[in-house]
Nanobody
């Protein structure tokens, strides 16, 4: 059974930081491209960042320079370090794992940026 379990969300003030984690089980983690997506109320789900099994990264323009995605293949975990958070970063953040035709999603974790 495949599970992607996100953690680390919460309420933070503008300018603050959060670190999201996604622990994977039931997959050969090192094969997968891992990603973070987010969905704000009334909006479509959008890409935040991805990281390949070789560590190559890709970011949405809106988070470049503020967010960092990383992975620890020994721990089957992908991280998203979020700095300089803005109110527009408020959303449910989802972990994603893709390999060939296989595509899995976590249940999401809420991030709220507000004073």
């Amino acid at each position: 059974q495949v599970q992607l379990v996100e953690s680390g969300g919460g309420l933070v003030q503008p300018g603050g930081s959060l670190r999201l984690s996604c622990a994977a089980s039931g997959i050969t983690f090192s094969r997968y491209v891992m990603g973070w997506y987010r969905q704000a109320p009334g909006k479509q789900r959008e890409l935040v960042a991805t990281i390949t099994r070789d560590g190559n990264t890709n970011y949405a323009d809106s988070v470049k320079g503020r967010f960092t995605i990383s992975r620890d293949n020994a721990k089957n975990t992908v991280y998203l370090q979020m700095n300089s958070l803005k109110p527009e970063d408020t959303a449910v953040y989802y972990c994603n794992a893709v390999w060939l035709s296989l595509n899995y999603w976590g249940q999401g974790t809420q991030v709220t940026v507000s004073s």
